[in-house]
């Protein structure tokens, strides 16, 4: 690491975890040890006037998440680089919504991205084309850290010389504290006065900058505060939070730290009521301080990720890449809280099914850039993955979007390629015979 100049604090961080890693840690947060959140604020429920939404904005920062590469997707650079609605891509909402807030209250809110080092140069490319979006003396990106992957059987870095790329990883989105730390970053956020941060990732354009969440935020005088959702039967998968009965702690449990046994529990709506957004707050000089009196070292719980070295070939050497959450950080700061936002916050794509519901007519871009729906509920896509997985797959076959606002659902099998002005309506589903075939232009469905 000191090699291929990763930054002092963030081996440290590495250093700590890969001590938890050859002691047997496994990162588990198991059902017996912990008890449901079950109550939380409501944003439904907060209100506030404008000045107090003028004056948290006033200090607040935006921090968007952007080193993905939508590698599920078959994408080899930066998924918010996708159009999302015409010729608008995440990117280009992102910087809209922010320089909306601008305008509106007349404040700077700063806006950074992290990225990777593969996500970089195209963002900040794209990036460049909205004017007047960097705030003069702090920058618009910094960059993640990188780790080694570990062999499975020795836990020594792997060797890969058929790609050396593929022997390093990024070490998971916990990486953010470290990452504005080593950047300097953070002393330059604290230095120019802003007090919050609020932090998201880049595919969620339903976590727009809302000056009144900023003002909730800024009410609460706590160090850090995590955005939930209520979990529906679709919501089985993901982090949710949960009490810590040892000390009464918020701790975010992952899918990667649920115990097998504990599966069942963990993904019970009717025990565990809410989802983890991954939308988060924080006190930026409470972080800075924590940071500091730790030597940089935030103290998050290991999540012990194992795959192969090469994630396209499955009989390359087993791996295990150490990687924390960024919403751990909720244990780690006395006073940390929750708030229950509507679903409407929560917006991911991590999958062409909720690509298509975007660029349909089930949402709506209103003039403050920001998304809304349009139906309630939304209906469900379900496209073949054979034929719809990596965006190329989808863009061919399906080059304009139908009308889903009519729909519950949309089920496709087989090869099928959709003409202009579709209308799906109710139930609709299109059967494989084995054969590519075409929806019409005009057609409806279901």
């Known amino acids: 690491m000191e090699r291929a100049g990763v930054a002092a604090p963030a081996i440290e961080v590495f250093s700590d975890f890969y001590r938890q890693l050859e002691g047997g840690a496994t990162g588990l947060v198991r059902e017996a040890d912990v008890d449901p959140l079950v109550a939380v604020d409501r944003a439904a429920d907060v209100t506030f006037d404008l000045d107090a939404q003028r004056e948290a904005a006033a200090v607040t920062a935006v921090i968007k998440l952007n080193g993905g590469l939508g590698t ?26 922010v320089l909306q ?27 460049r084309q909205h004017e007047g979006l960097e705030v003069e003396g702090l920058p618009l990106d910094f960059l993640q850290n990188r780790a080694p992957k570990l062999r499975a059987d020795d836990l020594t870095p792997v060797q890969w010389p058929a790609d050396p790329a593929l022997e390093w990883c990024p070490p ?82 992952e899918t990667a730290q649920t115990a097998d046994e504990d599966a069942a529990l963990a993904a019970d709506a009717d025990r565990h009521p809410f989802f983890h957004t991954n939308n988060l707050w924080f006190d930026l000089p409470r972080l800075l301080d924590t940071l500091t009196e730790r030597n940089g070292v935030l103290g998050l719980p290991l999540i012990r990720n194992e795959k192969t070295v090469d994630p396209t070939d499955k009989t390359s050497p087993k791996v295990v890449q150490i990687e924390s959450a960024m919403g751990a950080a909720v244990e780690v700061f006395d006073g940390a809280t929750a708030i229950e936002v509507e679903r409407s916050r929560f917006l991911p ?23 809304r729906a349009t139906v309630d509920p939304r209906p469900l896509v379900d496209l073949d993955r054979r034929f719809y997985t990596t965006i190329a797959d989808f863009d061919a076959r399906i080059p304009h979007a139908p009308s889903l606002a009519g729909a519950s659902s949309l089920t496709v099998r087989g090869d099928w390629h959709f003409g202009r002005d579709v209308v799906v309506t109710g139930d609709a589903t299109l059967d494989d015979d084995g054969t590519a075939r075409s929806v019409p232009q005009g057609a409806r469905l279901g």
């Open 172 to 253: 998971g989105h916990g990486d953010l504290y470290t990452a504005l730390l080593v950047s300097g970053v953070l002393e330059q956020l604290v230095a120019a006065g802003y007090r919050y941060a609020t932090v998201s990732n880049a595919d969620n354009l339903g976590a727009a900058p809302d000056p009144s969440m900023m003002a909730w935020f800024a009410s609460t005088g706590a160090p850090y505060a995590a955005e939930v959702c209520r979990r529906t039967p679709a919501d089985v998968k993901g982090g949710h939070l949960v009490v810590r009965r040892a000390d009464g702690r918020l701790v975010l449990r």
């Open 72 to 97: 599920s997707m078959g994408m080899d650079r930066a998924k918010s680089l996708l159009p999302v609605r015409s010729d608008l891509t995440f990117l280009d909402i992102i910087a809209r919504q």
């Open 349 to 371: 794509v991590k999958t062409t099914n909720d690509l298509l519901l975007l660029r349909s007519d089930v949402f709506g871009l209103g003039d403050d850039s920001r998304l």
């Open 101 to 127: 807030v601008r305008r509106d209250l007349d404040v700077t809110l700063p806006l950074l991205f992290m990225h990777s080092f593969r996500t970089q140069d195209d963002s900040l490319a794209r990036l």
